[in-house]
């Protein structure tokens, strides 16, 4: 099956400082890559999703790259706050008639004021 | 989001005892999953239904049970095999190949 590794495991930037977290997935099948935001102790919420046949997209602040070839996606925060403080954590899916997700172990993002 | 609910917001297991937990949705989403995140985490999926009385294993069934009886419910059973079972438990139902959206999650832990 698919496996996805996410690295850093633990950032910390500076209140607008830019922060970029990145994820790798070894099947090349995979065409579907959500980012999600969960705060602690609180339901993991989609904060941007690209598609295999784009490679980049952004929303305001938020960004995500994807590099087929190479199998890896970014996800790039711009201008950060304080309150984009929490755990991030990329999946990859293959999805044809549904999407069974691979989660990364996610990445712990700390903005200082 | 608002449109899945999870019941109990925190539950406890006394040892040799089966626990269910709730999971609604009002979105008319086809398929719903099971995840449990222990802490520091990923999402490890449990298990998973595509369509009403159907579904599947993941990666961590073992110790789990489940039931697809109506399209909007999707109940997990924490059986007594489940030998470690203290986690945060996680509901998601997705429309197709559309994202999955979560509930707001079971706090589990054991007596």
């Known amino acids: 099956g698919e496996n996805v590794e996410q690295h850093p495991s633990t950032l910390s930037v500076q209140e607008g400082d830019s922060a970029v977290i990145k994820c790798t997935y070894s099947d090349s099948a995979s065409n579907y890559f959500p980012w999600y935001k969960q705060e602690l102790g609180k339901r993991p919420q989609l904060i941007i999703d690209?598609?295999?046949?784009?490679g980049e997209k952004k929303d305001q602040r938020i960004a995500v790259t994807l590099n087929k070839t190479a199998k890896h996606f970014s996800l790039h925060i711009t201008e950060t706050q304080p309150e984009d403080s929490a755990v991030y954590f990329c999946a990859a899916s293959i999805g044809y008639n549904f999407n069974k997700f691979y989660f990364g172990s996610g990445t712990k993002l700390n903005v200082k004021p | 989001d608002g449109g899945i609910t999870q019941s109990p917001k925190y539950l406890f297991r006394k040892e040799g005892q089966n626990v269910t937990l709730s999971c609604e949705q009002n979105?008319?989403?086809?398929?719903m999953y099971w995840y449990r995140q222990d802490p520091g985490q990923g999402l490890r999926l449990i298990y998973y239904s595509q369509i009403v009385n159907d579904f599947q294993k993941g990666d961590i069934a073992e110790g789990y049970s489940v039931s697809r009886e109506k399209k909007e419910s999707f109940p997990l059973t924490v059986t007594s095999a489940q030998k470690n079972p203290t986690a945060f438990y996680l509901c998601a139902s997705s429309i197709g190949t559309e994202t999955q959206y979560f509930g707001p999650g079971t706090r589990l832990l054991v007596l």
């Open positions: 690209i598609r295999s046949n784009v």
């Open positions: 979105l008319n989403h086809d398929a």
